[in-house]
């Protein structure tokens, strides 16, 4: 049930980062109604199901019949597998407390949002070896906005709770250090995620130091950021490990193949996504067998 939710909500979704990426890359505003690339004309309400409106008007436009790109398709539906994968991964009941029905909601858009702007900068970077400023700068102060709405819920939560109860009253402050304690923990996560993201963010821009521009650019310093906020520690880490690994075997292909040669530069963005979303979907098992192959 929720795995199919999911997908719905992301090809909706996936429709939306097809029109972010294509705009960023044409420099156009991202107001505005959709319109067809050929002709120009506006799209009525009824050409815009996704997945769907492709497969009845067979990749044609409905009004100048020219032929669309299967773009539209791969994108819609990617991103609904991604979010419906993601949906079905933060399965729960509602039988469960309130308190965890909506921090769990929370931290699903929140997740659902960094996977709808890792496809974007994914396309963007893909087709142009471009990071718009306009998608990962907003991105940013939003991850940071949603961490700092998702932990102060947490703490206030816990002190509504505590002061529901006599034995509860006497666990706050004046009487015991148990709320403080408790409130540092749940807080810790939050302080990791922006100092890792800084982290991230400043070895990139080393990077770009070190090689004057030819290793890394100023769109994956803010990626990384964004990714380092997003992910927190460990996991973004991780994330930057499983990038120059996946990159490192795919630039040896091209250069195996004569597709690249040394020097050449290939985007990094899109292997600093796949890293993200693996880790987003499968980060406690890979770190679990990391553990387990160092011991």
């Known amino acids: 049930m929720w795995g199919s ?9 996936g429709s939306l980062v097809k029109v ?11 107001w505005g109604r959709s319109y067809c690339p050929k002709c120009q004309h506006k799209l009525a309400w009824y050409d815009l199901f996704p997945i769907l409106s492709f497969i009845l008007l067979k990749g044609k436009c409905r009004y100048c019949k020219d032929k669309l790109e299967i773009e539209y398709l791969i994108v819609e539906t990617v991103t609904g597998v991604l979010v419906g994968f993601l949906f079905w ?24 949002f960094f996977v709808v702007v890792l496809v ?9 070896m471009f990071i718009p400023d306009r ?11 949603g961490l700092t709405v998702i932990t102060l819920y947490k703490i206030v ?19 015991n250090t148990y709320f403080q304690r408790h409130a540092l923990a749940i807080a810790q996560p939050f302080f990791l995620s922006l100092l890792t993201g800084v982290l991230i ?4 821009w080393g990077l770009i130091i070190i090689t004057r521009g030819k290793g890394m650019g100023g769109g994956d310093v803010k990626l990384g950021a964004f990714i380092g906020i997003m992910l927190g520690f460990p996991q973004a880490l991780f994330a930057l490990m499983l990038a120059f690994f996946t990159g490192a ?3 040896l292909g091209l250069i195996i193949t004569g597709k690249k040669h040394f020097g050449q530069a290939i985007p990094f963005g899109p292997f600093l996504v796949l890293g993200s979303l693996m880790m987003l979907f499968w980060g406690n098992l890979i770190i679990d067998w990391y553990l387990k192959l160092g011991s």
Not at 20 to 30: E, I, P
Not at 93 to 111: G, T, V, W
């Open 5 to 13: 939710a999911g997908f719905l909500i992301g090809i909706v979704l």
């Open 20 to 30: 972010l990426a294509d705009r960023s890359l044409s420099n156009k505003s991202f």
């Open 89 to 112: 991964q933060s399965f729960f009941s509602f039988s469960i407390p309130q308190f965890q029905i909506l921090s769990a909601l929370m931290e699903l858009a929140f997740k659902t």
């Open 120 to 128: 974007v900068l994914f396309l963007t970077d893909l087709k142009k």
């Open 135 to 145: 998608i990962v700068i907003p991105s940013i102060i939003i991850g940071i906005v």
């Open 157 to 175: 939560y816990l002190y509504n709770y505590l002061s529901g109860s006599v034995v509860g009253r006497l666990l706050l402050p004046p009487h």
């Open 201 to 204: 963010g400043g070895f990139f």
């Open 249 to 251: 075997i795919f630039g």
